[in-house]
Structures are given as structure tokens and as C-alpha cells.
């Protein structure tokens, strides 16, 4: 069964200071990966995705992560953080054979907490 | 930009009591899912459904919760019986395809407190 694990539950940075968020998985599959972005009192955000087309993927906000097999990684990264960039951030991976119905296993989630 | 909504924000129930809470997918998704986070914990998926029929549900998804799609547009989770371990926040997410590669649109969720 594919799970995920992020790393720290708290990681917190300086404005400007670079953004990195762990995320491990494990599948008996090529996985297919997600970062999504719950700012508060709003729903979960699809920052980017991993879908085999390419390893290093941008998203939005100026986030981007690197799908690294060797590693069963898929950390996300951000050159430069910005305050508005606090939020919690959830890897999740899809365990759903193609074609059926998907589902979205997430890992416990890693609160960002950017300061001046 | 289409967007989940999820209705009420916040519902407080007795324990015992019946809870329904609703959802309005994107109007051109054919896919509905539940997920619920407890607090402190993972978000974890609890059902999906497509055609009028659940496709998949989790351990979670016991006799006491069902879903519904009662019209064209809003997509339902009933709880018939709340416990306390229910209290968590209820995501509603909707896709137009279910393939693994195929993102899922989250509602802001509601959040149930069981007392």
C-alpha cells in the first residue's frame, strides 16, 4: 500500500531564507504525488503534482519539487520565502490503479511559519 | 475560478444526534470524495463516489455514515448517529476524472464538534 511521511511538523524560516518541506513516499507502484497548501480557515490548495513527465515540477507560488526515485522522495522547495507563504503544507500520493477510482493518501502535514 | 463549497462552516451536535453536511462540487466534475482530518492527526479519505454509487469507501465509512448526490448539484454526507470520535473537519472534494494523475478540488470543509 503507497503511504507518505513528511518530515518535522513544524519548520519554521526567515523571510527570504529558502523553504524546504520533506516528503517521503513508498509504493510498490510509480507513484503519483501532490503538494497541497491549506492557508488558514480555507480548504486544501493544489500546489503542484508529479505525474512521470517530468521529475522536477513547478507549481505555483514560486514552489517547486524534485521527484527523486533513488531517494523515494519528493521534497518541496521554495528559493525565497515569502510571509505570505505561512501555511500548513500535505504531500499526498495517489492510490488508485489507472483508469479507477483515486484516492489521495496524505501525510500528517508540516506547518510553515515564516518571520521577519 | 469554479470552487467546492461546503455547508455549514461549523456544526455543533449532541452526541447521538443525526448531522448532514453538504456540498456543492464543481458544476462539471463527475467525481465526489469525503475526507476528514481529527484534529492533530492526517487527513484521511473516507469515501468517493461516482454514477450515483459509492465506488470506494475506507474502514472509517461504516453504517452510521452515507452520502448521497439528492440533486444535480450538492453531494451529502450523513452521519446517523454522531460520536464523540466523529468531531473532525469534513473535507468534500470533487475531479473530473479519477485517474491517479487527476487533481482533486478541496472545499474549505466543515467542521463537526460532537459533544
Known amino acids: 500500500a503507497q503511504s507518505v511521511t513528511q518530515l518535522g511538523s513544524h519548520v519554521s524560516v526567515s523571510e527570504g531564507a529558502l523553504v524546504l518541506l520533506r516528503c517521503n513516499y513508498s509504493?510498490?507502484?510509480?507513484?503519483?504525488l501532490f503538494w497541497y497548501v491549506q492557508y488558514p480557515n480555507q480548504g486544501l490548495q493544489l500546489l503542484l503534482k508529479?505525474?512521470?513527465?517530468?521529475?522536477l515540477v513547478k507549481g505555483i507560488n514560486g514552489f517547486e519539487a524534485e521527484f527523486k526515485k533513488s531517494e523515494t522522495s519528493f521534497h518541496l522547495t521554495k528559493p525565497s520565502a515569502h510571509m505570505s507563504d505561512a501555511a500548513e503544507y500535505f504531500c499526498?500520493?495517489?492510490?488508485?490503479?489507472?483508469?479507477?477510482?483515486?484516492?489521495?493518501?496524505f501525510g500528517a502535514g508540516t506547518r510553515l511559519a515564516v518571520h521577519p | 475560478e469554479p470552487e467546492v463549497t461546503q455547508t455549514p462552516s461549523h456544526q455543533v451536535t449532541q452526541m447521538g444526534q443525526e448531522v448532514i453536511l453538504r456540498c456543492v462540487p464543481i458544476?462539471?466534475?463527475?467525481?465526489f470524495y469525503w475526507y476528514r482530518q481529527i484534529l492533530g492527526q492526517k487527513v484521511e479519505f473516507l469515501v468517493s463516489?461516482?454514477?450515483?454509487?459509492?465506488?470506494?469507501k475506507s474502514e472509517i465509512f461504516d453504517d452510521q455514515f452515507s452520502v448521497e448526490r439528492p440533486d444535480g448539484s450538492n453531494f451529502t454526507l450523513k452521519i446517523r448517529s454522531t460520536k464523540l470520535e466523529d468531531s473532525a473537519m469534513y473535507f468534500c472534494?470533487?475531479?473530473?476524472?479519477?485517474?491517479?494523475?487527476?487533481?482533486?478540488?478541496f472545499g474549505p470543509g466543515t467542521r463537526l464538534t460532537v459533544l
Open positions: 472534494a470533487s475531479s473530473q476524472a479519477a485517474r491517479n494523475t487527476d487533481t482533486q478540488y
Open positions: 509504493s510498490s507502484v510509480p507513484p503519483y
Open positions: 508529479y505525474t512521470s513527465a517530468a521529475t
Open positions: 499526498a500520493v495517489s492510490d488508485g490503479v489507472s483508469g479507477g477510482y483515486n484516492k489521495l493518501i
Open positions: 458544476s462539471n466534475h463527475l467525481y
Open positions: 463516489f461516482y454514477n450515483n454509487e459509492i465506488s470506494e
